[in-house]
C-alpha cells in the first residue's frame, strides 16, 4: 500500500469506476459485444530503438512494421473517447518510448486526466538538461530503467549497444531534477531482469540503487524463448545457459515460482479491460503481438473510433471462440495465443485498480492539505504543443527498435 500511495494516485470520476463494474460483468458474461471503455491502455510512443537485445523483435531487427513515431492528435482523440474511464497507462512496448521526442507531451495529456502513467526506458540516449526537465514536469507516475547489471560488462551482455554509464548518469539527472523541483515523481524504478551471467550482482545493485535514492528495484524472471525471433548459432548457445541458477528467477525450473505455465481459458482478459496501440494507431489485442498480421485494427486517428475497433468482426471473432460460441476466429493469432499466462490479466488489472484507489482514500484521509497540494501540483504538468526538444539523428543503426 505504501508503494501505490507513493505513485500519488488519484481518484477517478464515479462514471470510471461504474466503467469498471460493466467490464467485469461482461468478462464474467463473456459477452461477444462490449460496451466498457478500456480500464488500461499500453500505447508505443515509438518502435524505434537503438539497442540490440538478441531476444526482442524489435532488437533483432526482425520487426516487420514501418518504423515511425507516434502523432499527437492520434493519442488526442483516443483520449477524448476514453480517458475518463482509463485508470492506467504503459507508455512502451516494442521501442525506446524516449526516442519519441514528444513522448513527454503525450503523457502530460494523460496525466492531466488523473491517469497514472508508467514509462519503461533503457535510458541509454543523451539527453538535454531541458529534456529531462520535461520529463519530470510531465507529471509521469513511474519512471522504469532497463538496467540489467551493475557493471558495464554483465550489462552489455544482453542490452548490446548500451552505454552503462550514461544509464546511470541519467537516473541520476532525474533524481537531482526532481529534487530541485521538490516533486517526488516520476518514481524511478531499477528493473533488473535476472540471468545466470547478472544474478551475482543482485546485492550490489540493492546498494548502488540505495546510494543514488532510487525509489525502488525490482528483479524479474526473464523470457528465454529462443524460438520467437531468429538467433545465429553463437547466440542460441549463449542464450541456453543464460537461464538464472536462483529458483524464483527461472521460469524454466517446474519448481521454482516464475515457473507459469497454464491452460487455454476460456476467457481473456485482455479481450474485455484492455489493447496495445502501435505507435502508427493500430490495436493488437494484447502487448505481445507484434507482427502487423496480428492486428485487430487500427484507430483512423479523427474521431471516436476506439470502441468501433474493439467490436469488429476479429475481437468479436474471438471472444465468440473463447466463449464456445461459433465464430469465424480461424487464423487469429488469439486461437493461438504465444502467451496464456497472460490471458488472467484482467486478476492482476483489478488487483491494481483497487490498490492504487484505496491508496488514495486512505492516503487523502490521512494528509489532506498534502493531497491538495500535490493535486494543484501535478494539474501543472508539460501542456500540449510545449517545444520539443532534440530528437537523436535518424541514422538508424542508432535508433531503431527495442524489447
Not at 494528509?367 to 493535486?375: E, S
Request: glycine share 6%.
Amino acid at each position: 500500500m505504501r508503494d501505490a500511495a507513493a505513485l500519488e494516485p488519484r481518484l477517478r470520476r464515479p462514471r470510471a469506476y461504474l466503467n469498471w463494474l460493466r467490464a467485469n460483468y461482461e468478462l464474467l458474461t463473456r459477452a461477444g459485444t462490449i460496451r466498457a471503455r478500456p480500464l488500461k491502455l499500453t500505447f508505443d510512443p515509438t518502435n524505434f530503438c537503438q539497442l540490440r537485445c538478441p531476444l526482442c523483435p524489435t532488437g533483432a531487427r526482425v520487426q516487420d512494421r514501418d518504423r515511425g513515431r507516434a502523432q499527437l492528435h492520434v493519442f488526442e482523440h483516443l483520449m477524448d473517447e476514453v480517458g475518463d474511464y482509463v485508470f492506467l497507462i504503459d507508455f512502451f512496448n516494442w521501442g525506446e518510448p524516449l526516442l519519441n521526442e514528444r513522448a513527454e507531451e503525450l503523457v502530460s495529456m494523460a496525466s492531466r486526466r488523473r491517469i497514472l502513467t508508467f514509462l519503461s526506458s533503457n535510458l541509454s540516449i543523451p539527453m538535454t538538461d531541458e529534456r529531462v526537465g520535461r520529463l519530470v514536469d510531465s507529471g509521469l507516475s513511474q519512471l522504469i530503467v532497463s538496467l540489467d547489471g551493475a557493471t558495464a560488462e554483465t550489462y552489455g551482455t544482453y542490452r548490446r549497444m548500451g552505454r552503462f554509464d550514461l544509464v546511470i548518469e541519467n537516473m541520476k539527472r532525474v533524481l537531482a531534477a526532481r529534487r530541485e523541483r521538490g516533486v517526488t515523481y516520476p518514481r524511478v524504478n531499477w528493473q533488473f531482469l535476472v540471468f545466470r551471467f547478472n544474478e551475482h550482482e543482485i546485492g550490489t545493485v540493492r546498494r548502488m540503487a540505495e546510494d543514488m535514492g532510487v525509489d525502488s528495484v525490482t528483479f524479474r524472471a526473464p523470457f528465454l524463448d529462443e524460438g520467437r525471433v531468429p538467433l545465429s548459432e553463437k547466440d542460441r548457445a549463449a542464450v541456453s545457459s543464460w537461464a538464472p541458477t536462483l529458483v524464483e528467477f527461472n521460469r524454466y525450473d517446474e519448481s521454482s515460482p516464475a515457473h507459469t505455465v497454464l491452460p487455454p481459458r476460456p476467457r481473456c482478459g485482455w479481450h474485455y479491460m484492455s489493447s496495445a496501440i502501435n505507435w502508427d494507431g493500430t490495436v493488437a489485442p494484447c502487448c505481445t503481438v507484434f507482427e502487423k498480421r496480428d492486428d485487430f485494427g487500427k484507430l483512423s486517428g479523427a474521431g471516436s473510433d476506439y470502441m468501433t475497433v474493439v467490436n469488429n468482426d476479429s475481437y468479436r471473432a474471438v471472444r465468440d471462440s473463447f466463449a464456445g460460441r461459433e465464430s469465424k476466429a480461424d487464423g487469429l493469432v488469439c486461437l493461438k495465443c504465444p502467451t496464456p499466462f497472460l490471458m488472467d490479466y484482467h486478476s492482476h488489472l483489478n488487483r491494481q485498480i483497487l490498490l492504487y484507489s484505496s491508496a488514495s482514500v486512505l492516503d487523502a484521509l490521512r494528509h489532506p492539505v498534502r493531497r491538495f497540494r500535490a493535486r494543484r501540483a501535478r494539474t501543472n504538468v508539460l501542456p500540449a504543443g510545449a517545444p520539443a526538444g532534440e530528437l537523436l539523428d535518424d541514422d538508424v543503426d542508432a535508433a531503431t527498435l527495442r524489447p
